[in-house]
């Protein structure tokens, strides 16, 4: 049977009247694709998350009663939850209390089938809990310890050392594999090769897309994060010459820094390439496609990537009529503003050429 799942929200902007209902439907997408049956959505409305639940207290009684009620196994928060307070929602609600980013790592973990990906989720995972596991050895080891020097600070401290030095092995390893593939990727440039990486956002086409210019067969789906660790081909072009075209890890609105730096080597791609084909579904609705737009173009904008170098790929066309699709595009405009763009669909193979 599928865990039932109970999604929180505290809503801090009071002027916010559609970005938050979209940002909950990810959540419920990303629940579903983890394998989760949603019992139900609560959204609070705030100035600020409280210091202690997220929530108010007057809140956090209403969200016990519903996980009594509705049988609920986990409560999922759309915010980042400090140690703190998932120690102590978790003490209250006498129930699994995660939030989205420990979500997408749930994700991660039931896609990842290769030793890169499952070294970037483990050392995401430790990066997250880490506080946590220090906050309950803290209270474990040393609220009782008889004196100076006893036993429970000792093993307070052999914990806390046990995780570090996990963290620092892993991490060390991940720097083997991109000093490698650092290396490559100069190799490559020293002999002329043009890097173009598909990135964007998730279940945008964006594997259909380097099948069809490869004529690979990688696995596709709808789910998030079918891609993990880049996918590479080589391409001959008459007038360019070689092209390395590489899939990489598509991302999700609001995809926590932290979580985005573990996976440094896929950026690493991204980052270092001649150009991006940044794809997104144009036929999402009309403020949820601006959403994703705006939130992945200011994430590569962080990472240093110049709009010169971007492409807005814009697929699934062949879903929208063309009235549907000057819509959208009026939408994006001010968001995309300079940068280049271009209709297509896969599906269809409608403007690939």
């Not at 600020?48 to 009594?68: M, T």
């Not at 598909?198 to 964006?206: D, E, H, M, P, R």
């Not at 997104?280 to 992945?296: A, G, H, M, Q, R």
């Amino acid at each position: 049977m599928k865990e039932r799942a109970l999604l929180c929200m505290v809503k801090t902007n009071v002027h916010d009247h559609h970005l938050y209902k979209i940002q909950l439907d990810e959540l419920k997408r990303l629940a579903i694709a983890a394998g989760y049956e949603i019992a139900g959505k609560i959204v609070q409305v705030r100035k600020k998350e409280a210091v202690d639940y997220c929530v108010g207290k007057g809140k956090l009684k209403e969200i016990k009663e519903i996980v009594k009620n509705r049988n609920v196994d986990v409560v999922i928060f759309y915010n980042i939850l400090s140690s703190s307070q998932k120690h102590r929602l978790q003490l209250a609600l006498k129930t699994r209390v995660i939030d989205r980013y420990e979500l997408t790592l749930e994700i991660f973990a039931s896609s990842a089938s290769d030793l890169l990906s499952k070294l970037q989720i483990t050392l995401a995972e430790l990066v997250k809990l880490a506080p946590l596991i220090k906050l309950e050895a803290s209270m474990k080891y040393k609220k009782h310890r008889p004196g100076f020097k006893a036993f429970g600070e000792y093993a307070y401290h052999s914990k806390i050392r046990a995780i570090h030095k996990r963290m620092k092995n892993i991490k060390k390893k991940i720097e083997r594999i991109q000093r490698s593939k650092e290396l490559e990727i100069e190799r490559r440039i020293n002999k002329g090769g043009k890097i173009v990486c598909i990135t964007g956002y998730y279940n945008a086409g964006k594997t259909s897309l380097f099948n069809l210019l490869t004529g690979l067969n990688k696995p596709v789906s709808d789910q998030p994060f079918t891609t993990l660790s880049s996918k590479y081909s080589s391409l001959m072009n008459n007038r360019i010459g070689r092209i390395y075209l590489v899939d990489t890890i598509g991302f999700v609105l609001d995809l926590d820094p932290n979580l985005i730096k573990s996976f440094q080597l896929n950026l690493l791609d991204i980052t270092r390439s001649h150009l991006l084909l940044v794809m997104f579904d144009i036929s999402d609705k009309p403020l949820v496609l601006k959403e994703k737009v705006n939130f992945t173009l200011n994430l590569l904008r962080s990472l240093d990537i110049e709009d010169d170098k971007m492409l807005i790929v814009l697929n699934k066309i062949d879903k929208l009529d063309d009235d549907k699709i000057q819509k959208r595009l009026y939408e994006i405009k001010p968001v995309i503003k300079n940068l280049d763009y271009i209709l297509i669909s896969v599906t269809k193979k409608l403007n690939i050429e």
